[in-house]
């Protein structure tokens, strides 16, 4: 494996729980049920918070963009999860459940001087970022 490639996993390696707080956090099921997604199962909120940035597509272009999935289990959530909101509004509801989610886990830390200079850090990272052609970037 390169260096390079080996500083890439390592820094996934870093980041990924930070997004994936998004899929199991209890704040984020509160505000899919507040929009009016079944959380029964983790599903119908799932590919709702993951596909809005691309807009009311349909299952075909998400099973494309989420490849890892089978056609028929995203065929059976997509559209649908537009039904119930928009992609906005799930925008809207990702942004209240992620920062839900850290005021619980950081408390009065999520203030400090040390986290706001690493948000800032973060921010500037993601916006120098090619994200052409990667749309889960």
Request: aromatic share 10%; hydrophobic share 50%; charged share 25%.
């Amino acid at each position: 494996m390169s260096e390079e490639l080996g500083r890439v996993r390592q820094l996934w390696h870093l980041l990924e729980p930070v997004h994936a707080v998004l899929y199991y956090a209890p704040e984020a099921f509160e505000e899919a049920a507040a929009l009016g997604y079944g959380v029964d199962e983790r599903w119908p909120s799932y590919f709702a918070w993951r596909a809005a940035p691309l807009g009311a597509v349909g299952a075909d272009r998400v099973g494309e963009t989420f490849y890892s999935f089978s056609p028929r289990m995203v065929g059976a959530y997509v559209p649908a999860v537009w039904s119930v909101a928009s992609p906005d509004a799930v925008l809207d509801g990702r942004v209240r459940a992620v920062d839900r989610t850290y005021q619980a886990l950081l408390g009065d830390g999520i203030a400090a001087p040390d986290t706001a200079e690493a948000a800032a850090l973060l921010r500037r990272v993601a916006e120098a970022a090619d994200t052409a052609d990667r749309p889960l970037a």
